[in-house]
């Protein structure tokens, strides 16, 4: 029975256009970094761009549109168009190109005009701002507009941010860090604009200072955060871009300086820099925060170091190294160790250098799961014969929007200029939907394809009858559709096991359609043969299938309701009534004759036990002791009987079991001799047999040394054994050392050994040790005795004086020559200097310490301070600021100060390269690096700092360090 409205409409999202090709946005496929570096990834492989007009040490971003063709760049100062134009109002912006992430470039959420760029300064100086570009301005390269520059959003961040899709898929969230603070700090951007409420997490390590440099990088998919600085800090977080809130904090390292960070495309490892040189893999995979620490592996390492890490959109890692015209790639990164494939210095970037930053993106950009498109174009889902109504989604006000419904059959009504327009299809089929939307001079094209379709049949077949207990599925088609069942159930299918009439109604969209079906359950026979069986052999059984009327099939080719059996085999019934059938096995089993054999009367020891088994397992067994168990263990003696029953068959037997006591033996008690006398032991039992410890196999052994001895002795039905301990006590040996002298003041201790024993000194005591403190000259003995042997020792000890060391007051002097003295002539001498001779000269401030021996090895010691009190240092002066700008005045950082001779002179960038270095006093530092490769380049205005080591005319040599402002 059907009931039939077959129409329906079925849709293909543009989420579904975008999503079948890998990393499909283009927004990051142009790159610009460095001095005037640029990579487009929209060729492959990649090739240099050479064309741009940016110089950045650090922080830069650039964005192309969905198609991969250059909109903008910027270092976080200056916005350059794609004709490498700074924007009319795009200069001044607040970032600061040596800053580590200084820009970042957001579209806002489904607008194809306007697009925000977050600013950072430099270390911790001040706000984290945003900027609003409009790409109609200018003749659609794009500006700043005015009143929407360096908007304000918090104070006293660090120089690093980062960015990534919302959850949702369109907004976007930039997160960066507060300092002298374990903030970290979310922004949310939407449809509607910047949210000036961040989200706030405070974890993690405190940012104290600018010390904090190096990449704040989120994971594509945005579940993690992880955060390198040059301050020894490796941080892992979770991030819920949902909410936005950072957790769950996993230090990986507090002793490694980084600057770098990336995290592959699929999520699963994690990059980092080594400061020095090369670079780290972390396995986010591995398990526990313990396991993912200990998962770290040096990828690369290098005499020069590795900045900073950027995902690509081809999947790929590139590293810059500073002033290389190459970046080194990891080419595998979603793979572990080596297996990641790192080759340095293998992407070429034409004649142009890179330095410290690559540029900066919206990270989830790189992602195939995060980022799937929002459909920009939506509309309901009629039934063919219905209008389909369609809605175009944007957060900008378009001047205009034509819409193509790709039914050319409509003729003219197949366009519209209507913002929400309708439209009533010619005919089922599938349509790409076009809509071309103007702003000002920008043109934009969205594509949505939709099917309409009338096929939804509902059939759940003919009725039908089933045996009872039986499960019957009944299938209502049309995968995907709404279903609503007779009995409630809601999903495409349901099994029933009971008769009745069954319908479902099947919807999809605005299509209906109905069937019914009547499914009869009729009761099925039920054979049972019962247990499986055990016959005697030449015994039978009779097998009954039960069922009367019913048709039978026996497995021995009978067709009656019973049969009888008398051998060993399985039996199979088949019984069929109302077109039900069911069937039974049962396996008749006919025993061989039984044999029972207790085995031969046996004897055994007293203590032991006999096991008897009257075999034939799973039969039934008595024995006469009442047991009906297959074994019994015995202990006694005594005659033991068993009868075995299987089914009606039975067997028994008998055996006689004699316990005997065992021979009696004693070796003694555990007995002491002394060194030198001997033992005889006896086993005491004759004419049996013997094995001894010591292997002998006599009645008696004698022995005289200590140790454990046992013997075990048999008579043929019993075996025992005992165990003696025999020691033999050593004589007492005893030895004070040789005639010996010690130092008045100090102590001598005489020890006589032999611990635990007894003992008698010539000065009463009866310690083992005694301590001679007085001056006593003297012989001393002692009497050792351990019970049975004595042993008696003398020394003679005698005491010599101390020598006297005085090297006299604390002194100051000033261009003297002051001679120390030990005095104690004849003496050994050793000075803190290292001298052996009995007196010194001073030429230098310090403290002395000597130390006198006397020829009977006494020592006296004495110190002294010596202090020169001549110094220059402080006439030393070094300016903390310069201006090499041509006019004459302050153009050369000088060393100034008098009667001192320069040994060095050096001058150092913020990364620790040395930019100048001089031993002439007459020459100071004009603000050009003298370094390989960019010898007389003016360095830019900046904080650097100078190394001075100078030599006194006093001899003194200093050493003075500080830090130095290059304003141009």
Known sequence: MHMKKLICLSIFTESLIFSTALFAQKENNIWYFGDEAGLDFNNNPPTAL???????????????????????????????????????????????????????????????????????????????????????????????????????????????????????????????????????????????????????????????????????????????????????????????????????????????????????????????????????????????????????????????????????????????????????????????????????????????????????????????????????????????????????????????????????????????????????????????????????????????????????????????????????????????????????????????????????????????????????????????????????????????????????????GDTTQTIIVGSSNSYTVEVTNNNCTDRDTVTVTVLPQLVVDLGNDTTLCIGFSAVLNAGNASAIFLWSTGDTTQTIIVSSSGVYTVKVTIGSCSASDTIQVTFVPPPVIDLGNDSTICFGADVLLDSGIPSANYIWSTSESTQTIIVSTTGVYWVSVSDGICTVSDTITITVVQNALVDLGNDTSFCEGNSITLDAGNTGDTYAWSTGDTTQTITLTKTVTGTYSVTVSNGNCIDVDTIIVSMGPLPDVDLGPDRSICDDILILDAGNSGSSYLWSTGDTTESITIITSDTYFLQVTDLNGCTGVDTIKVELTCFCDSSIFIPNAFTPNGDNLNDVLYVMGPDVELIRFMIYNRWGEKVFETNNVNQGWDGTSSAIGASGRKMKPGVFVYYVELECASGEVFIKTGDVTLIR
């Open 50 to 556: 050479t064309n741009s007009s940016m110089f950045t040490q650090e922080g830069c971003a650039s964005i192309a549109d969905k198609n991969g063709n250059l909109l903008f760049y910027t270092d976080g100062s200056t916005v350059w168009n794609r004709n490498h134009v700074p924007m009319p109002n795009g200069t001044g912006l607040l970032g600061d190109y040596t800053a580590t992430q200084s820009a970042i470039i957001v579209p806002k959420p489904l607008s194809s005009r306007y697009l925000y760029v977050f600013t950072v300064p430099r270390f911790d100086t001040g706000a984290i701002r945003y900027s609003l570009v409009d790409m109609t301005l200018d003749s659609c390269l794009g500006d700043v507009v005015a009143g929407q520059k360096n908007i304000f959003l918090v104070d006293s961040v660090t120089e690093k941010q980062t960015s990534v899709h919302h959850a949702n898929g369109e907004h976007v969230w930039v997160i960066t860090h507060l300092s002298s603070s374990d903030a970290f700090c979310a922004f949310l951007v939407t449809d509607t604009g910047v949210v000036k409420t961040p989200i706030f997490s405070n974890i993690g390590t405190y940012h104290v200072s600018a010390s904090f440099a190096g990449h704040l990088k989120v994971s594509p998919n945005g579940k993690k955060l992880a955060n390198g600085t040059n301050w020894n800090v490796r941080e892992l977080f979770d991030f819920d871009n949902s909410t936005g809130i950072v957790s769950n904090f996993i230090n990986l390292d507090s002793t490694a300086a980084t600057y770098g960070v990336a995290f592959s495309p699929d999520n699963s490892k994690l990059y980092m820099t080594r400061w020095s040189s090369g670079f780290d893999q972390y396995d986010l995979l591995a398990g526990s925060p313990a396991a993912i620490i200990a998962s770290k592996t040096s990828i690369f390492t290098s005499g020069t170091a590795l900045y900073s890490l950027q995902l690509a959109a081809n999947g790929k890692i590139y590293a810059s190294r500073y002033l290389q015209t190459s970046l080194g790639v990891i080419n595998d990164p979603n793979l572990l160790g080596a297996a990641c494939n790192y080759v340095d210095l293998s992407q070429s970037l034409g004649a142009k250098q890179c330095r410290v930053g690559l540029p900066s993106f919206v990270q989830s950009y790189l992602d195939t799961t995060l980022l799937l498109k929002k459909a920009r174009i939506s509309n309901n889902t009629p039934c063919f014969g219905d209008t389909t109504e369609f809605f175009f989604i944007t957060s900008d006000s378009p001047d205009s929007l034509i819409w193509n419904f790709g039914d050319t059959a409509a003729g003219p009504l197949n366009t519209s200029n209507l913002p929400d327009p309708v439209h009533l299809y010619t005919s089922i089929g599938t349509y790409n939907v076009t809509v071309i939307i103007y702003n000002g001079c920008l043109t934009d094209t969205f594509i949505k394809s939709i099917i309409i379709d009338t096929t939804i049949t509902v059939d759940l077949g003919n009725d039908t009858t089933m045996c009872g207990g039986n499960l019957f599925y009944i299938d209502a088609g049309n995968p995907g559709a709404s279903y609503l069942w007779s009995t409630g159930d809601t999903t495409q299918s349901v099994g029933v096991t009971v008769t009745g009439t069954y319908s479902v109604t099947v919807t999809v969209g605005s299509c209906i359609d109905s069937d019914t079906i009547i499914v009869t359950f009729t009761p099925a026979p039920i054979v049972n043969l019962g247990n499986d069986t055990t016959l005697c052999l030449g015994d039978s059984i009779m097998l009954d299938a039960g069922n009367p009327g019913s048709s039978f099939i026996w497995s021995t």
